[in-house]
């Protein structure tokens, strides 16, 4: 299982950094995976102790192996990430000191074609991070509404030609296979357009991705928590793989750094407003030309991390 899913974490070295000042207590992986970025920590951070969460039992049993040797320091649990706060509470009454997301699909999810992710092998169009959901990619595509599925598309795939594609989805349903998808995808798309950017269905496989795992819905709330369960200078550090999760991090952040000033912009703050975090980089960071050539997959990769705040800090938050 671990060799099936192995997963060459991203950024490594980076979110080793920001999480090297933070005060003793427990780190909060809510996107274990395969474990590499756990590990990592634990060897930099030997005073700390790790909480693993993954809603994938495949990425939960790698993990277990990877992390063997760290069995005293470590917690794995079967969870999604929007459920931080509960894990915690259950784990203990340690002080949490850092938390990490690494979000989006794993590398080995994608490489392992009965898993229905890639549009590079033919599979039964699944997708679910989690198989004990119901929910999968085939109910998406063969039963939502048009004007559902072009929004998806639309939305969480940045795809120009989602009513296009959409309508020729309907039309060819039952669609059970992602080859058969594939070949849709292709022929919605203009001759021109599928000859730049990328395989033509890069987009929709993403966008039915995060809608079979709820993905961006989950995000906010699984964000807050983090950010509520930091101890003062504690840091939570997430990396993000696309436009619609960045924007949600870039809003939770902002939304803490402000605590939610709604005074105009540029004036002093006189709605009582006050920060509970502070970022440590104002925009994104992305990983080094040297590791995007070794690991072409990180190349999309943003970071943001922030540091939380002690309770009485007189900041103003505008």
């Known amino acids: 299982m671990s060799e099936e899913f192995q997963h060459r974490p991203v950024m490594v070295d980076e979110i080793v950094e920001v999480f090297r000042p933070v005060p003793p207590g427990l780190i909060v992986d809510a996107t274990v995976g395969g474990g590499g970025h756990a590990r990592a920590l634990l060897d930099a951070l030997p005073r700390h102790r790790l909480l693993g969460l993954d809603r994938d039992e495949e990425a939960l049993a790698a993990a277990t192996v990877t992390l063997s ?26 002080p949490v000191a850092a938390a990490f997301f690494d979000l989006g699909v794993s590398s080995p999810q994608v490489d392992r074609p009965e898993r229905g992710f890639s549009y590079s092998h033919d599979a039964p169009l699944d997708m679910r991070m989690d198989r004990s959901q119901s929910l999968t ?16 598309l639309h939305d969480y795939g940045d795809e120009r030609f989602a009513g296009r594609i959409a309508r020729a989805v309907v039309a060819a349903r039952p669609l059970m296979s992602t ?20 395989h033509p269905a890069k987009r929709t496989f993403q966008a039915l991705r995060i809608e079979v795992n709820s993905e961006l819905d989950v995000l906010g709330p699984a964000l807050d928590q983090a950010i509520e369960v930091l101890v003062p200078g504690g840091r939570l550090a997430v990396l993000s793989y696309h436009s619609g999760e960045d924007r949600i991090v870039k809003e939770r952040f902002r ?3 402000t605590g939610g000033c709604v005074c105009p912009p540029g004036m002093p703050c006189v ?13 994104v960071r992305r990983p080094s030309a040297d590791e995007v050539a070794t690991n072409p997959r990180a190349e999309s990769a943003r970071m943001r991390a922030l540091e939380k705040l002690a309770r009485d800090t007189g900041q103003d938050a505008a």
């Open 137 to 152: 990619a085939a109910d998406v595509v063969n039963t939502y509404p048009i004007d559902r599925l072009t929004s998806v």
């Open 271 to 283: 709605c009582g407003a006050r920060p509970s975090v502070r970022p440590l980089r104002r925009g």
């Open 69 to 94: 040797g760290f069995e005293d320091r470590v917690i794995l649990r079967r969870a999604r990430f929007d459920r931080l706060k509960a894990m915690v509470e259950e784990a203990g009454d340690e």
């Open 179 to 198: 080859a058969q998808l594939v070949d849709v995808i292709r022929d919605a798309i203009p001759a021109p357009a599928r000859r730049r950017g990328g």
């Open 255 to 257: 939304q803490a750094e």
